[in-house]
Nanobody, 118 residues
Framework: VQLVESGGGLVQAGGSLRLSCAAS????????MGWFRQAPGKAREFVAG????????YYFDLARGRFTISRDTAKKTVDLEMNRLILEDTAVYYC????????????WGQGTQVTVSS
């Protein structure tokens, strides 16, 4: 399975960005797909996830109310709409996929840089 992110870039604080992740290869027997991020000098942290079959989203506190995750099962994509961005959102954002029954995210993309400026 390959995951390729796109949509990162430079944005001013208060602005918006939409990240997209395209999945290819494999059987797409996913339970969940999600987004994580890693800021310089910090550990990777969970941002948002979505149940692949039902589309039910779930968020970490930092994302709730500002970010929206969605997926398109036909296109095999998962998007992250980010609004009201703040400086602390600056990070490399990674797409990830969890196989059915694995209990963890098994596949990872290369990441896309999001930089929020003042």
């Amino acid at each position: 399975v390959q995951l390729v992110e796109s949509g990162g870039g430079l944005v001013q604080a208060g602005g918006s960005l939409r990240l997209s992740c395209a999945a290819s290869g494999g059987s797409f027997d996913f339970s969940d797909m999600g987004w994580f991020r890693q800021a310089p000098g910090k550990a990777r942290e969970f941002v948002a996830g979505i149940r692949w079959s039902s589309g039910i989203p779930y968020y970490f506190d930092l994302a709730r109310g500002r970010f929206t995750i969605s997926r398109d099962t036909a296109k095999k994509t998962v998007d992250l709409e980010m609004n009201r961005l703040i400086l602390e959102d600056t990070a490399v954002y990674y797409c990830a996929a969890a196989l059915q029954g694995s209990g963890s995210f098994d596949y990872w993309g290369q990441g896309t840089q999001v930089t929020v400026s003042s």
